[in-house]
């Protein structure tokens, strides 16, 4: 997304993490996961490539920020359904209390973005954000 775009999460996300943020991201491509990694540097990062894997780290531990793709396991442009972002979302919506503070959906299938979207309406609607997430957090 443009910066005009990003200014006000930017805002945000700076305030909230002047110190290592706790934060977990759902993503299964190598080089989004790569590129995490290296903008988020300073952070307290744990990736995880299957929704069933984010469910388990989002039951047993507390997050500060949570990122969520949609599509998973190499495909794209899937429907919302199991092992895609949207069982996270699903599950968050069931969990209200498991919820990190701050969600961002990063997945460019609208479609899917817009599921996840509708269970968990104070999400963060980003897709593309691993470019600029570094900046965001500084």
């Known amino acids: ?28 491509d190598p080089e989004r996961i790569k590129i995490f990694q290296r903008n988020l540097i300073s952070h307290s990062v744990t990736m995880v490539v299957t929704a069933s894997e984010a469910i388990q ?38 969990n209200p209390d498991r919820q990190p503070p701050n969600i961002i959906l990063h997945s460019f299938n609208t479609v899917g973005r817009a599921n996840m979207k509708a269970l968990l309406p104070q999400a963060h609607d980003l897709p593309g954000a691993w470019v600029n997430i570094g900046e965001m957090l500084r």
């Open 1 to 28: 997304p443009p910066r005009s775009t990003l200014f006000p999460y930017t805002t945000l996300f700076r305030s909230s993490f002047r110190i290592m943020a706790k934060i977990l991201i759902l993503e299964d």
């Open 57 to 94: 780290k989002l039951g047993d531990e507390t997050w500060e920020l949570l990122m969520l793709d949609h599509d998973l396991g190499g495909k794209v442009l899937v429907a919302s359904g199991p092992e895609t972002g949207y069982e996270v979302a699903k599950w968050l919506y069931e």
